[in-house]
């Protein structure tokens, strides 16, 4: 058991290391992007399924709230929070059309897309982002794995290094977390 607790542990920390050295030069871009996407008065929409929808929720709520300080709200919706708007496109157009519904709905040209998945193959996603970019979106992925269909659809693609789903997810709340950290603190005017 207790094994199984630390490889756990020490496992996750390898793949964030190892995701940090691969993708700090990304991160500091999409950091920008978001800076002039928040600026210009554009939003942040994030979608994913299971734990990519809490992670997409948790976010989404960093910037809505707040991050560490005390700043302005900043425009970010995660799509998988809205029970009646999720069961009226799942029931009336298919879960498919999820997130691609909602994309066409709140995105405009300018905002940015971020969609989540571990596989990078979860059809609603995929479609969420294709909508995404058809809408003139800034369209970003966080992934894992080989980066599946996904990667290849975005203009910036966060794959983390492993196959495992929780090692995944457990890099992209860290992303998640980073970016909210940049983006305050360029915004406040304390980072360069
Ligand atoms: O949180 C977990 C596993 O850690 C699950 O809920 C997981 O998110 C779900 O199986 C998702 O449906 C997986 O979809 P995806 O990441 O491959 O797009
Ligand atoms: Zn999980």
């Not at 809490?54 to 989404?60: E, L, N, R, S, W």
């Not at 058809?134 to 794995?145: F, K, M, Q």
């Not at 970016?179 to 360069?192: I, K, M, N, P, R």
Request: hydrophobic residues 45%.
């Amino acid at each position: 058991m207790k094994d199984l607790i630390l490889k756990a542990f020490s496992d996750s920390a390898a793949v964030k290391q190892q995701f940090a050295r691969d993708h700090a030069d990304r991160i500091a871009h999409v950091t920008a992007l978001m800076v002039t996407a928040f600026r210009e008065g554009r939003k942040v929409l994030l979608f994913g399924n299971g734990g990519s929808a809490t992670d997409a929720a948790h976010i989404a709520a960093e910037f809505v709230g707040r991050y560490k300080r005390e700043r302005a709200p900043l425009p970010a919706i995660a799509l998988a929070t809205d029970i009646a708007a999720i069961t009226c496109i799942a029931n009336d157009y298919g879960f498919d059309e999820l997130f691609a519904r909602q994309v066409r709905a709140h995105g405009q040209k300018g905002d940015i897309a971020i969609g989540i998945s571990t596989s990078g193959n979860s059809p609603n996603v995929l479609k969420g982002v294709a909508a995404a970019r058809e809408c003139g979106l800034i369209t970003v992925a966080w992934t894992g794995g080989t980066g599946g269909k996904l990667a290849p659809l975005v203009d910036h693609a966060f794959v983390v290094p492993s196959t495992v789903t929780a090692r995944i997810q457990e890099s992209h709340i860290t992303l998640g977390h980073v970016l909210c950290e940049l983006v305050e603190e360029t915004l406040l005017g304390t980072a360069s």
